[in-house]
């Protein structure tokens, strides 16, 4: 049923994309981030999905969602299942915790495997200072080949994001925003209509 759903969407040039958070800070920014990018895919045509740990609220991992019998899934672990199972491809929204991607982020990545096979992923970063988080793409971009949807070169990549974007993630620069957002967005869909044709 998904499946086949997925084929007369890819049929139509229409894919899913899975924005994965890190952040479960209740005063979190990087959301505005996450909010733009999802408002700019639908605004492209396509299907934007945002897995957010502080809505999952996965536990630190036990088993992993392979490990489950299938009746016995935990609603949470399986409604992301759902999504990184539907996605054709990857958008990774990261923020630098002491230069490294936040835990959250991580735990939710170990939960499950297979639903990231041959599928192209991007990491952006974002921090409230002016490095724009850029340290922690070498350890995404390791991750993400590891579980087999390797990384493009591009992301979109911002620095001060509560100056950059106010509380309704309205950017105070569109037109900057949209050329940065299309740099990367124009490369994923390149590699994610290959993926699947
Ligand atoms: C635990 C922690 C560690 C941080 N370490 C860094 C860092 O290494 N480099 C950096 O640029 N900002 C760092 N910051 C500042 C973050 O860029 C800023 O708090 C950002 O808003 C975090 O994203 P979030 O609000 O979505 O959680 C850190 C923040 C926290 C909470």
């Not at 016995?72 to 759902?82: A, F, L, R, Y």
């Not at 350890?139 to 106010?166: E, Y």
């Amino acid at each position: 049923m998904v499946k086949n759903r997925m084929q007369k969407n890819i049929k139509k040039n229409k894919f899913n994309f899975a924005i994965i958070y890190g952040s479960t800070r209740k005063n979190r920014l990087g959301i505005r981030f996450v909010n733009y990018l999802e408002k700019q895919i639908k605004l492209k045509g396509h299907n934007p999905y945002i897995v957010d740990p502080l809505k999952a609220k996965l536990p630190l991992l036990d088993k992993r969602f392979l490990e489950y019998k299938k009746s016995n899934v935990p609603k949470n672990i399986k409604k992301i299942h759902n999504i990184l199972q539907k996605s054709n491809a990857f958008i990774v929204v990261s923020a630098e915790y002491n230069h490294m991607p936040p835990p959250a982020l991580i735990n939710i990545f170990n939960y499950y495997y297979s639903e990231f096979n041959r599928k192209p992923s991007c990491v952006c970063t974002y921090s409230s200072g002016d490095f724009a988080g850029i340290r922690v793409q070498s350890p995404l971009r390791a991750m993400l080949s590891q579980l087999g949807c390797p990384p493009i070169k591009f992301g979109m990549f911002q620095p001060n994001v509560s100056n950059f974007f106010n509380e309704k993630s309205i950017p105070s620069n569109k037109k900057d925003a949209e050329i940065r957002f299309n740099v990367f967005f124009d490369e994923l869909l390149w590699y994610t209509k290959k993926f699947n044709s």
